[in-house]
């Protein structure tokens, strides 16, 4: 695949409840080049969700029609649904010069940057600990006990896939947060790599995995 765009793929990845989702949508409101791509996905929609917003809700029939035909540029199962980006959605906004924001998990990572030819940066986010991971996941699933354990407990599976990923991001604070990953955009557009402290990371990569 050859691409000849202007714009570039951004991923932001992390364990559910750290808050990837609310990142991406910050960046996108506060930044009129970023556009999130909108995943297909067989779960049902939450009560404050809008189809072709947040998602695109298709039943599985309809995803394998879409994975049969080849339309997607990622596709995985996560928490028994699937979720995946069609390719064209992604080549229009690159060509018209848009940077595309993605809220994947490290599945879709992968298959993506095996694509050639994609402009392409990640980040993983990681919680400042388990302890407030597991108090954002009892505020987003209240009454859901048993959603909030299958939840922690791949949390470390997940979180061994912190280092297939170009930088690592603590989401301690949100407006930190943010300033950290759109200053760290802002230099890759320009062609310049941030330089992470790896060891205070793989420190914080040990205490989460305790």
């Known amino acids: 695949m050859s691409l000849k765009e202007n714009g570039m793929m951004f991923i932001l990845s992390s364990?559910?409840?750290?808050?990837?989702?609310?990142?991406?949508?910050k960046l996108s409101a506060n930044n009129?080049?970023?556009?999130?791509s909108v995943s297909h996905t067989t779960r049902k929609s939450r009560p404050n969700e809008i189809d072709g917003k947040d998602y695109h809700f298709v039943d599985e029939s309809k995803f394998n029609l879409l994975i049969k035909s080849k339309?997607?540029?990622?596709?995985?199962?996560?928490?028994?649904?699937?979720y995946g980006t069609l390719k064209q959605p992604v080549i229009d906004l690159l060509s018209q010069g848009k940077d595309v924001l993605?809220?994947?998990d490290w599945q879709g990572t992968q298959q993506l940057k095996k694509i050639k030819d994609l402009k392409l940066v990640t980040f993983f986010i990681l919680p400042p600990n388990k302890k407030v991971l597991k108090e954002r996941l009892l505020t987003r699933h209240e009454g859901q006990e048993k959603m909030i354990i299958e939840r922690m407990n791949k949390f470390t599976q997940e979180?061994?896939?912190?280092?297939?990923?170009?930088?690592?991001?603590?989401?301690?604070?949100?407006?930190?947060?943010?300033?950290?990953?759109?200053?760290?955009?802002?230099?890759?557009k320009k062609?310049?790599?941030?330089?992470?402290?790896?060891?205070?990371i793989k420190s914080r990569i040990d205490k989460l995995m305790q």
């Open 71 to 82: 339309n997607f540029f990622e596709y995985a199962k996560i928490f028994n649904n699937y």
């Open 32 to 36: 009129k080049n970023f556009v999130i």
């Open 191 to 200: 062609g310049k790599k941030e330089i992470q402290d790896m060891k205070e």
């Open 15 to 25: 364990p559910s409840g750290v808050g990837k989702t609310t990142l991406t949508k």
């Open 102 to 104: 993605f809220d994947i």
């Open 159 to 188: 979180l061994s896939h912190w280092n297939e990923y170009n930088y690592v991001v603590v989401n301690d604070d949100l407006e930190e947060c943010y300033n950290k990953i759109l200053n760290i955009i802002i230099s890759e």
